[in-house]
């Protein structure tokens, strides 16, 4: 078992009772540190899923449905502060499942707290508007949930996808079935606990754990399913679209990046440096906002080229409760897709390689930190997402071929320009094809309040901030006669 669990893992949250799935079928979670089994989690399937869709609707009908905003919001703020009180808790959890290091592991908790309180707060903040039409008439606008919302969680965020997509549906009044991972699913089993303890009602979050192939494709394809967001590969992204579409619902895909960091000659680079490597480094590269790519100026490419490779020689992996800078990838098939990633690039320089703690196991799944340098920026290393603690540096010399080598992937989720001249910062900002744009600086903090999403293959609709709000409720226009 593992350590500091707290519930019973082999069971599914369907209308406020935990059940066992109906098929009786369980799924063993590994240990990606050790390769060890954890526990055994519920397989669900298409027969649970419907009986989440309908608690959901019963719940809809019932207490939720007719909830006040700023109940609801009331709600999710006292989630909001019961994760920071298990914050250690919610990061062992995370740390032994994903493999995550415990402090990057502890900031997802927080930053799942951050998201019940941002959202918990602008529950009863969304308002309709009224419009000057014909005389006789007075129109206005309502925001109304769209019912039931199925959530497709990937296993590399856990804590913060949920909190961005299951915290906003709920804010905006929304009855929500959540599919985490099979490869981690504790916090999200936590979490359902955690709003239960929180006066959630039953039936508004139901959390039904197994296969994407099974108990995800029967969410995205349940005609009870109102709206479906979605994070994960882009092939399953595009079958989830294909589902959700034979229902006409609406989706929100956030399906990953290539995204760059661009370094010009006049930038501060000792504050660049930081950046880009974490960012290329956190959560041993699982996420989808990673900058896998550096573009740098000729000028000063063998400074940065030097400055990377000095700070990769400095990185240990190892197991993630020794909470080093890099942990293990989240399985062993992950390992493969990376180190078939890394064989592509047996034709490029290879600048600077992490080190294998002590510690790290050979039946744990992990990855050396991989720096490429002079990337030709149509390599398939400078393209494609490798999902793996593996960055390309690419040389530029000009403005122009900064911006076609940033757009010259399918992508486009984050981006960020590292240079001291205002003009240029205003003109690539708009240059770059990018959900986001960073200057002089790389994600923000995370930035809940700041809204994500993709553009390209990155995906579409938009998360965080009031967007998600918006993206969690429809729009209905009243327009009233009176003479
Ligand atoms: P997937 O996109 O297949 O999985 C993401 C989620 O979708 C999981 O919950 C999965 O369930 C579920 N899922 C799988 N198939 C279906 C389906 N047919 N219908 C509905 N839901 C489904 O990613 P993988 O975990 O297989 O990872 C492969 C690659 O995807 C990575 O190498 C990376 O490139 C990318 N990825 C991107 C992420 C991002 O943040 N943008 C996150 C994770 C992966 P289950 O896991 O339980 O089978």
Not at 59 to 87: C, F, H, K, N, Y
Not at 330 to 353: H, M, T, Y
Request: charged share 15%; glycine share 12%.
């Amino acid at each position: 078992m593992p350590q500091g669990l707290w519930f019973d893992p082999e069971l599914c949250l369907i209308g406020g009772s935990w059940c066992a799935p109906v098929g009786g079928r369980t799924l063993a979670l590994i240990n990606p540190s050790d390769g060890s089994v954890l526990c055994n989690i519920a397989r669900g399937e298409a027969a649970d899923i419907d009986a989440a869709v309908g608690a959901a609707q019963n719940a809809l009908q019932g207490d939720w449905g007719r909830m006040s905003a700023l109940e609801r919001g009331r709600i999710l703020t006292r989630m909001g502060q019961l994760v920071l009180e298990r914050v250690d808790d919610l990061a062992l959890l995370e740390a032994q499942d994903v493999g995550k290091p415990l402090t990057q592991a502890r900031a997802d908790a927080v930053a799942l707290a951050r998201y019940l309180e941002f959202y918990g707060g602008a529950a009863d903040k969304v308002h309709g508007q009224t419009i000057p039409y014909l005389e006789g008439y007075t129109v206005y606008t309502l925001r109304e949930p769209h019912g039931v919302t199925g959530h497709i969680v990937p296993w590399n965020y856990p804590m913060q996808i949920i909190g961005r997509s299951v915290g906003a549906a709920l804010a905006m009044g929304n009855a929500a079935v959540l599919k985490p991972a099979e490869e981690a699913c504790l916090t999200a089993l936590a979490f359902a606990h955690i709003a239960q303890d929180a006066g959630l009602p039953d039936g508004a979050l139901n959390v039904v754990p197994g296969i994407g192939a099974e108990a995800g494709a029967a969410l995205t394809a349940h005609p009870g399913v109102q709206h479906v967001s979605f994070t994960g590969s882009v092939a399953t992204g595009a079958l989830v679209q294909q589902a959700a579409g034979r229902n006409v619902v609406p989706v929100t895909l956030e399906l990953g990046g290539k995204s760059p960091q661009l370094v010009f000659d006049d930038a501060d680079l000792d504050a660049a440096l930081p950046f880009l490597v974490n960012a290329g480094i956190q959560n041993a590269g699982q996420t989808c906002s990673a900058s896998s790519r550096i573009l740098v100026q000729r000028d000063v490419y063998d400074n940065i080229r030097h400055r990377m490779s000095e700070a990769y020689g400095a990185l240990t992996v190892g197991p993630a409760l020794s909470d080093l800078r890099v942990g293990p990838v989240i399985s062993q098939r992950q390992k493969d897709i990376i180190q078939g990633f890394l064989g592509k690039g047996a034709d490029l320089e290879v600048a600077a390689q992490g080190v294998l703690g002590d510690e790290a196991v050979n039946t744990g799944a992990y990855v050396l930190p991989t720096l490429f340098a002079g990337v030709p920026a149509d390599h398939p290393l400078a393209r494609d997402e490798i999902f793996g603690p593996v960055q390309v540096i690419i040389p530029f010399d000009t403005e122009e071929d900064a911006i076609r080598i940033a757009n010259s992937t399918d992508y486009g989720l984050v981006a960020s320009i590292w240079t001291g001249n205002g003009a240029r910062q205003m003109r690539l900002a708009k240059a770059i094809r990018s959900g986001q744009v960073f200057i002089n600086n790389y994600g923000a903090g995370g930035g809940v309040e700041l809204p994500f999403g993709g553009v390209g293959k990155s995906g579409h609709g938009r998360e965080k901030g009031f967007e998600a709000l918006y993206g969690f409720s429809q729009l209905k226009t009243v327009a009233a006669y009176h003479g």
